[in-house]
Nanobody, 123 residues
Framework: QVQLVESGGGLVQAGDSLRLSCVASGQTFITYAMGWFRQVPGKEREFVAAINLSGGSTYYADSVKGRFTISRDNAKNTVSLQMNSLKPEDSAVYYC????????????????WGQGTQVTVSS
């Protein structure tokens, strides 16, 4: 069992940067692959980025590749999403997610979710 708490969302202008953080409870964070997803009202939750147990492998949606960076600090039970060059279409609720052992880009593969943090990018 792991509990996830996101933070760092807010209202920014297009072109700005924002850093989201997700802190996981428990002592087994190292055994969880982590992901970030986002959702806007009326649309499916979509994959944004994922990272493996060690942080050595990362995966990104095409829409954020080159602008977003996922990272993790296993000593602090934290996974972060650095978002640069933000666009209005990046506006969404961003969710942190965890699954045992193996990375995935599929939302159905994740077992644990945070409550979400709102990101709004104005044009």
């Amino acid at each position: 069992q792991v509990q996830l708490v996101e933070s760092g969302g807010g209202l920014v202008q297009a072109g700005d940067s924002l850093r989201l953080s997700c802190v996981a409870s428990g002592q087994t964070f190292i055994t969880y692959a982590m992901g970030w997803f986002r959702q806007v009202p009326g649309k499916e939750r979509e994959f944004v980025a994922a990272i493996n147990l060690s942080g050595g492998s990362t995966y990104y949606a095409d829409s954020v590749k080159g602008r977003f960076t996922i990272s993790r600090d296993n000593a602090k039970n934290t996974v972060s999403l650095q978002m640069n060059s933000l666009k209005p279409e990046d506006s969404a609720v961003y969710y942190c997610a965890a699954r045992k052992w193996f990375s995935s880009t599929s939302k159905g593969a994740y077992d644990y979710w945070g409550q979400g943090t709102q990101v709004t990018v104005s044009s």
